[in-house]
């Protein structure tokens, strides 16, 4: 089993930055990809960011240029970097896993609360 936890969330004001980080730990084989989904109040949840073992990333249109997820693949970690946050980025992150199989596992989320 994959366990995945996320830290890094919190409460911030309008323009300011935070960095979310995800572990990976367990009997993880053959990962295709790592990423970031949220989930605001009444929303679906959706794609902020992924990034495959190969490097190539993707992301939510709307963030482009605000958000940057980066990898460590010696500690299977993965980051968000979110700047210049906004009252609409208000969500509950979660972290995420996919394998070759494919397999999707999920963190239990963080909180992401941005205040104008």
């Known amino acids: 089993q994959v366990q995945l936890v996320e830290s890094g969330g919190g409460l911030v004001q309008a323009g300011e930055s935070l960095r979310l980080s995800c572990v990976a730990s367990g009997r993880i084989f053959s990962m295709y990809a790592m990423g970031w989904y949220r989930q605001a109040p009444g929303k679906e949840r959706e794609m902020v960011a992924r990034?495959?073992?190969?490097?190539?990333?993707d992301y939510l249109d709307s963030l482009k240029g605000r958000f940057t997820i980066s990898r460590d693949a010696v500690k299977d970690t993965h980051f968000l970097q979110m700047n210049n946050l906004r009252p609409e980025d208000t969500a509950v992150y979660y972290c995420?896993?996919?394998?070759?199989?494919?397999?999707?596992?999920w963190g239990q989320g963080t909180q992401v609360t941005v205040v104008s």
């Open positions: 995420w896993l996919r394998t070759y199989g494919p397999e999707d596992f």
């Open positions: 990034i495959t073992t190969g490097g190539t990333t």
